[in-house]
């Protein structure tokens, strides 16, 4: 089991940048495959970006795409989502989300452990 904790959400004025961070428990983080997604109020949660356990591989959501990175550090048991250039539409809460399942890595269902989620909040 993995447990996950994010963090570094906050209040940022369009076009800013903020870095969001998921701290997972275990000796076994570095064979997780990791992903972020977010939920805007009366919406349905949806897939940001992920990466693979050994950070070989990245995905991004096309609204997304050219604004966000995500990467890993395996010796700090961390993952994290840098945002640039954000939006009013990226206000949402972020979470971060493990599998040990070699599978695609775009939906919610194919995640079994998820953190509790971080707020983070674009002005225009």
């Known amino acids: 089991q993995v447990q996950l904790v994010e963090s570094g959400g906050g209040l940022v004025q369009a076009g800013g940048s903020l870095r969001v961070s998921c701290a997972a428990s275990g000796r076994t983080f570095g064979m997780y495959n990791m992903g972020w997604f977010r939920q805007a109020p009366g919406k349905e949660r949806r897939f940001v970006g992920g990466?693979?356990?050994?950070?070989?591989?990245?995905y991004y959501a096309e609204s997304v795409k050219d604004r966000f990175t995500i990467s890993r550090d395996n010796a700090k048991n961390t993952v994290y989502l840098q945002m640039n250039n954000l939006k009013p539409e990226d206000t949402a809460v972020y979470y971060c989300?493990?599998?040990?399942?070699?599978?695609?890595?775009?939906?919610?269902?194919?995640?079994?452990?998820w953190g509790q989620g971080t707020q983070v909040t674009v002005s225009s």
């Open positions: 990466i693979t356990w050994n950070g070989g591989r990245l």
């Open positions: 989300a493990a599998t040990r399942a070699d599978r695609g890595l775009g939906y919610v269902s194919d995640y079994d452990y």
